[in-house]
């Protein structure tokens, strides 16, 4: 039985999903899990890691599988998105996605054609594909009133919402977004956990 199929049956037995597996050259092996969709916000604790390291240590051993050091971890804040489930999962939220090519004469001009990375909100594509919804305006200074030439320009419209429609197969990689505040807001669309 191949590796990654034994760790995700062992990961998934648990009641968990297997996020990422992946085996360096020096024989640690990363396996990365997180809670499967639900509906609720439940985060992958430290418990959670220990107890699949303890089923894997002996999958592994009885399975016959060399390694020298299993790591067993949550996605963190910039969990990768793997599929159709995980798009659907995060739609609303902050993504950063990488094209496998750069998407050319494309916008009217308005991005480079060399671009291949960007950073947006995910939406659902009116022809039922995905997109990333973004603008090229640079976020406020915390803590600093905008300037009134900027309020103007805001007003004005000077950075405009930009659409870019993908398909899964384009993609070389997508995460979300790692966006931190330490004021306690949360982000958008994700609630405290326990509510």
């Known amino acids: 039985m191949a590796l990654h199929d034994i760790v995700d049956r062992t990961v998934t037995g648990l009641g968990y999903?297997?996020?990422?597996l992946e085996r360096s050259a020096g024989g640690t092996l990363r396996v990365t899990i997180d809670w499967p969709f639900d509906g609720s916000q439940r985060f992958v604790n430290v418990e959670?890691?220990?107890r699949v390291t303890r089923q894997?240590?002996?999958t592994l051993e009885v399975e016959g599988v060399d390694y020298k050091r299993l790591?067993?971890?949550?996605?963190?804040i910039d969990r990768p998105l793997r599929?159709?489930?995980?798009f659907e999962r995060f739609a609303g939220e902050t993504v950063d996605i990488t094209l496998k090519a750069p998407m050319g004469a494309a916008a009217s001009g308005?991005?480079?054609?060399?671009?291949?990375k960007f950073r947006g909100t995910l939406e659902r594509g009116e022809s039922g594909g995905w997109q990333l919804v973004w603008s090229d305006e640079p976020p406020?200074?915390?803590g600093r009133r905008p300037a009134k030439k900027r309020a103007a320009e805001k007003g004005a419209a000077a950075h405009p919402l930009q659409v870019l429609g993908f398909a899964l197969d384009e993609l070389k990689e997508a995460r979300l977004a790692p966006i931190v505040d330490f004021k306690g807001r949360k982000r958008?669309?994700?609630?405290e956990q326990g509510k």
């Open 17 to 20: 999903e297997l996020v990422e």
């Open 48 to 50: 959670d890691c220990e």
């Open 56 to 58: 894997l240590q002996y």
């Open 71 to 76: 790591e067993v971890s949550s996605p963190g």
């Open 83 to 86: 599929g159709e489930r995980d």
């Open 110 to 116: 308005a991005v480079a054609a060399s671009r291949k």
């Open 140 to 142: 406020p200074v915390p």
């Open 188 to 191: 958008p669309g994700v609630q």
